[in-house]
């Protein structure tokens, strides 16, 4: 039984989408190449000393979306603000939430179809696909710049924290280099003034908001314990659910999605201090500081797996504030998935033939 990968509903026909526009494969190379996924984590758990690579060609690396909701329109929009990004030209925040909310799909994709990939090693069952997800939690943008080089790779999106939580994976196009993140506050937490707005659990078409007592932070720097972060360009979006009604939001039961809206609020890095990014504002994604692909390709891949471990502490932390008064179970399960993210980095940076 085939799902839609947008609002999860059973699809009787086979409408099946490219993770990947076929514009992107084809702006980054042989449309006909194999894409690499990442180490087998189902080898990883069960120790094989060597663990095979996933590898599909692009052009197989599909989800399926029910004819209601699909979303290829999407892609032809966000190519044009991709050359946008490419050329160095500026963005203004409609171009900016066209980025995000595609990135916001892209990670969320990713992780649909690559538990699937890798045999569900942790035995997952999404509650939750892309309409759900898309535009509905803090997100941060990090952007490279690279020297001239032509391919589109992935990385993070095939780790023991990808595959539990979706919060960050990093993305390689031609000579841009991303990181996207996303988590409940992860943007909150570290820029002054901003209300926190709880925890928030997504399942089927209803949201569940447990409030904790994060604290926003009085600094001007919004991204806190992330690593690697100076030279990117960076843009940074707080997301909080409210009613449509108007009324508060009750953290006691669940609301229906249907019944609230999401209201963004964006900051810019500038000068080395986060800034708000106003209707009126445009804003360029390139960095003069250009870093060699080929030389760093493994401190990048490094790099996010950091910046994944920190986003998975910040969410850990969100979720067992008092850990004598958390599920035994959770905590360990937690401190278990960190413990084979570091394996994988081991077997990665090792070489995998």
Same mark, same amino acid.
């Given at each position: 039984?085939?799902?839609?990968?947008?609002?999860?509903?059973?699809?009787?026909?086979?409408?099946?989408?490219?993770?990947?526009?076929?514009?992107?494969?084809?702006?980054?190379?042989?449309?006909?190449?194999?894409?690499?996924?990442?180490?087998?984590?189902?080898?990883?758990?069960?120790?094989?000393?060597?663990?095979?690579?996933?590898?599909?060609?692009?052009?197989?690396?599909?989800?399926?979306?029910?004819?209601?909701?699909?979303?290829?329109?999407?892609?032809?929009?966000?190519?044009?603000?991709?050359?946008?990004?490419?050329?160095?030209? $500026? /963005?203004? %925040?409609?171009?900016?939430?066209?980025?995000?909310?595609?990135? @916001?799909?892209?990670?969320?994709? +990713?992780? *649909?179809?690559?538990?699937?990939?890798?045999?569900?090693?942790?035995?997952?069952?999404?509650?939750?696909?892309?309409?759900?997800?898309?535009?509905?939690?803090?997100?941060?943008?990090?952007?490279?710049?690279?020297?001239?080089?032509?391919?589109?790779?992935?990385?993070?999106?095939?780790?023991?924290?990808?595959?539990?939580?979706?919060?960050?994976?990093?993305?390689?196009?031609?000579?841009?280099?991303?990181?996207?993140?996303?988590?409940?506050?992860?943007?909150?937490?570290?820029?002054?003034?901003?209300?926190?707005?709880?925890?928030?659990?997504?399942?089927?078409? $209803? /949201?569940? %908001?447990?409030?904790?007592?994060?604290?926003?932070?009085?600094? @001007?720097?919004?991204?806190?314990? +992330?690593? *690697?972060?100076?030279?990117?360009?960076?843009?940074?979006?707080?997301?909080?659910?409210?009613?449509?009604?108007?009324?508060?939001?009750?953290?006691?039961?669940?609301?229906?999605?249907?019944?609230?809206?999401?209201?963004?609020?964006?900051?810019?890095?500038?000068?080395?201090?986060?800034?708000?990014?106003?209707?009126?504002?445009?804003?360029?994604?390139?960095?003069?500081?250009?870093?060699?692909?080929?030389?760093?390709?493994?401190?990048?891949?490094?790099?996010?797996?950091?910046?994944?471990?920190?986003?998975?502490?910040?969410?850990?932390?969100?979720?067992?504030?008092?850990?004598?008064?958390?599920?035994?179970?959770?905590?360990?399960?937690?401190?278990?998935?960190?413990?084979?993210?570091?394996? *994988?980095?081991?077997?990665?940076?090792?070489?995998?033939?």
């Amino acid at each position: 039984m085939k799902k839609c990968i947008n609002c999860g509903s059973v699809v009787t026909r086979n409408n099946e989408v490219k993770v990947f526009p076929e514009w992107l494969i084809k702006k980054t190379g042989d449309i006909t190449r194999d894409l690499t996924l990442g180490v087998d984590l189902k080898a990883i758990l069960e120790q094989e000393l060597k663990p095979r690579v996933l590898t599909l060609p692009y052009l197989s690396f599909t989800t399926v979306e029910c004819e209601k909701c699909t979303t290829t329109y999407f892609d032809d929009i966000i190519e044009s603000v991709f050359k946008k990004v490419e050329n160095s030209l $500026e /963005l203004d %925040i409609e171009e900016v939430n066209i980025l995000l909310d595609w990135f @916001d799909k892209l990670r969320i994709s +990713l992780w *649909l179809g690559e538990y699937k990939m890798s045999s569900n090693p942790f035995n997952i069952k999404p509650s939750f696909g892309v309409k759900t997800r898309m535009g509905t939690k803090d997100r941060i943008l990090v952007v490279y710049n690279l020297k001239e080089d032509k391919g589109l790779n992935i990385l993070g999106a095939n780790t023991p924290i990808f595959h539990n939580s979706q919060i960050c994976f990093g993305l390689r196009v031609n000579d841009l280099f991303f990181i996207s993140i996303s988590t409940d506050n992860i943007v909150a937490k570290n820029v002054n003034g901003i209300v926190n707005n709880g925890l928030g659990i997504m399942k089927d078409d $209803e /949201l569940i %908001i447990l409030k904790n007592d994060l604290k926003s932070k009085e600094s @001007d720097t919004p991204i806190e314990g +992330l690593s *690697l972060l100076e030279t990117g360009k960076v843009i940074a979006q707080h997301i909080h659910p409210v009613r449509v009604d108007g009324k508060p939001l009750d953290f006691t039961k669940p609301v229906e999605m249907k019944d609230i809206k999401f209201e963004k609020e964006t900051f810019v890095k500038r000068d080395g201090s986060f800034i708000g990014f106003s209707e009126n504002d445009k804003y360029t994604l390139i960095d003069q500081t250009k870093i060699d692909w080929v030389e760093n390709s493994m401190n990048l891949s490094n790099c996010v797996l950091d910046v994944q471990k920190d986003v998975y502490d910040f969410l850990y932390n969100q979720m067992f504030p008092n850990k004598d008064q958390a599920d035994e179970r959770m905590l360990k399960y937690f401190e278990y998935i960190k413990t084979l993210q570091e394996t *994988l980095r081991e077997v990665t940076n090792k070489g995998v033939q």
